[in-house]
């Protein structure tokens, strides 16, 4: 199991479910490897609780390889941990010294509710996308490559937006919690392209209204998202974002 | 609601407003710093008493004055407001929070610093826009312009308010420092060409506007300006 001979000290949020309240317990792990991945460190943990008969700690995790988006936890102080542009199954042991005291808790949002632990239900994403967050096409036979011509630039930006894998940090670390670099990313990936077009400013008007429906904060441009952000999405997507809504809700004739 | 008012009610127009009236104000200080300089002249403030006669007399600066008490009054209502809101959007805290790791301080403290420059400007209100508009200018200068320049100097005979005033332009300096290119941001106005540009122009303008102002009074206290 573990081989390494790193030991820890860890402060984990611990809720029993979403309307308990939950609070900060201290375990200790010992002969960790650096070279294990953080939620490696998590297996270790939650091993000797089961052997000891505890309930293991609850976090999301599916992947391990920084594509899904789904492992989540605020270690000490900032989303996904110390380093920046990547996710906790992405996070080594290596990055922390023997002896540490490392404070693990889940995403905290009023759109985020914990649900067990450090897993919190991030469905308040799915609704924003479900809102508008796609093309309605007809079904028929795949176009040829090609066909639509689409400037580099506008190629390299949308899928630079696309990049994002809605994990949520974004939302973690701002300081108002709110949601506005994953749903502009979201926005922007399909304003960027052609097939985008036809519902451009409907699909605007009516994701920032369920966003705000789900009870994010507003944004304040602290830039914290960008800075956290596993995928790099960048603050432009924002002001794309604005630039669309503002023009949608005063320009455009057409009611979401 | 109409969709116009739905539009400005929803979190981007909420900002928006904060966009709008934040580069509004940031216009006015630009007039009042311009014309306050005019103390600089050493003429016992007769240049600056000219120009506070042209903007006591002037109908469209008078009629600017309701534009900017509004302005001001939608600036610190919807602030104050975003603040709540904000704070409501995450009931339960973090127990370690290291936002340094990824934004600045001054950028995170808006509202505190917002609410540290309405203190200052309760009290730069009440000791000269009072005075000016209501309990009236007790002297005259040579020209036989109301002498506002000396109801200046008798104001900044007194350290605490020069200290005030001085601490409370660092206040300024910060909230402009985040304010300034955050408006344009949040109007949407984000260009790979022009962003750094305005990025540059808010530090400047954050730096400059916010130290004359606190030359002023400090000078004043020291017999600098006569």
């Not at chain 1, 943990?45 to 008969?53: A, P, S, Y």
């Not at chain 1, 066909?147 to 506008?154: G, Q, V, Y």
């Not at chain 1, 705000?212 to 998202?225: I, V």
């Not at chain 2, 040579?142 to 900044?156: P, R, S």
């Amino acid at each position: 199991m573990s081989t390494g001979n790193m030991n820890l000290t860890l402060k984990i949020w611990r809720q029993k479910n979403t309307k308990s309240k939950g609070e900060l317990v201290d375990y200790k792990v010992a002969n960790i490897s650096p070279d294990m991945s953080f939620l490696e460190m998590f297996d270790v943990l939650n091993e000797q609780l089961i052997t000891k008969g505890d309930q293991p700690i609850v976090f999301d995790h599916d992947c391990r390889e920084g594509i899904c988006g789904m492992c989540s936890m605020f270690i000490n102080g900032r989303p996904h941990g110390p380093k920046n542009g990547i996710t906790t199954c992405q996070l080594h042991m290596r990055s922390f010294k023997d002896g540490d005291t490392i404070t693990v808790e889940p995403w905290r949002a009023q759109a985020f509710p914990v649900i067990k632990d450090l897993t919190v239900d991030r469905s308040a994403f799915d609704r924003v996308i479900s809102a508008g967050g796609f093309i309605s096409v007809n079904t028929g036979n795949a176009q040829d490559a090609n066909n639509l011509p689409i400037p580099k630039a506008n190629a390299d930006a949308a899928f630079e937006a696309a990049a994002c894998i809605g994990c949520g940090a974004c939302v973690a670390t701002c300081k108002n919690a709110s949601a506005m670099l994953f749903v502009s990313a979201k926005v922007s990936q399909l304003a960027l392209l052609p097939q985008g077009q036809p519902e451009r400013y409907k699909r605007v008007q009516n994701m920032v209204a369920q966003m705000d429906a789900e009870g994010f904060g507003n944004c304040t441009n602290t830039g914290a998202c960008e800075a956290e952000c596993p995928k790099g999405i960048s603050l432009e997507n924002i002001a794309r974002m604005n630039r669309d809504y503002l023009s949608a809700k005063f320009v455009s004739q057409e009611e979401a | 609601m109409s969709s116009l008012s739905k539009a400005f009610s929803s979190s981007i127009g909420k900002k928006v407003i904060m966009g709008i009236t934040g580069l509004f104000l940031i216009s006015f200080l630009l007039v009042h710093c311009f014309l306050n300089a005019f103390v600089f002249f050493n003429d016992n403030g007769l240049m600056f008493n000219i120009g506070a006669h042209f903007m006591a007399t002037n109908w469209f600066i008078r009629a600017m004055e309701f534009v900017l008490m509004g302005g001001l009054l939608l600036h610190i209502v919807q602030g104050a407001r975003l603040t709540f809101q904000n704070n409501a959007a995450r009931p339960v805290k973090y127990a370690v929070a290291n936002g340094q790791a990824n934004s600045k301080w001054y950028s995170r403290s808006m509202g505190l610093l917002g609410t540290l420059l309405l203190i200052f400007l309760i009290v730069h209100l009440g000791n000269f826009w009072v005075v000016s508009r209501f309990t009236g200018i007790p002297t005259h200068d040579a020209n036989g312009h109301e002498d506002l320049y000396a109801v200046m100097k008798k104001t900044f005979e007194n350290v605490w308010l020069v200290a005030l005033y001085a601490l409370s332009m660092i206040s300024l300096g910060y909230h402009l420092l985040h304010g300034f290119s955050s408006a344009f941001q949040t109007m949407g106005w984000n260009h790979k060409k022009y962003t750094p540009l305005i990025k540059c122009i808010g530090l400047w303008f954050s730096i400059l506007i916010p130290l004359l102002f606190a030359i002023m009074p400090i000078a004043m206290y020291f017999n600098c300006i006569k």
